[in-house]
């Protein structure tokens, strides 16, 4: 099995930065992709960023565009998601999945077989 475990959420005002962070253990071998989705209360969860792993490339939500990067460090199996200029409305657990499929489906959830618990994020006006 494949273990996911986020870490870096928190309190920030808003127009601040923040760094999640998700380490990977257990099965990680082929490996395809890695991706952060958030789930705002009472909404569905939504796709926010993707990276392949192999490759590097990368792929945003458009709300998310500009004002996050994602980025992995393949030795220590993580991944991480820089968000700047954050407002209320990106408060929401935020969640780090992973892919080991290739073509399937990049922008829900149903293309990630593998997530950690999530971490909170807040962000305040």
């Known amino acids: 099995q494949v273990q996911l475990v986020e870490s870096g959420g928190g309190l920030v005002q808003a127009g601040g930065p923040l760094r999640l962070f998700c380490a990977a253990s257990?099965?990680?071998?082929?490996?395809?992709?890695m991706g952060w989705f958030r789930q705002a209360p009472g909404k569905e969860r939504e796709f926010v960023a993707r990276?392949?792993?192999?490759?590097?490339?990368?792929l945003y939500a458009d709300s998310v565009k500009g004002r996050s990067t994602i980025s992995r460090d393949n030795a220590k199996n993580a991944v991480y998601l820089q968000m700047n200029s954050l407002k209320p409305e990106h408060t929401a657990v935020y969640y780090c999945?992973?892919?080991?499929?290739?073509?399937?489906?990049?922008?829900?959830?149903?293309?990630?077989?593998?997530w950690g618990q999530g971490t909170q994020v807040t962000v305040s006006s």
């Open positions: 990276i392949i792993w192999s490759s590097g490339t990368t």
């Open positions: 257990g099965r990680t071998f082929s490996t395809y992709a």
């Open positions: 999945a992973l892919d080991k499929t290739i073509g399937g489906v990049v922008r829900a959830r149903e293309g990630y077989a593998y």
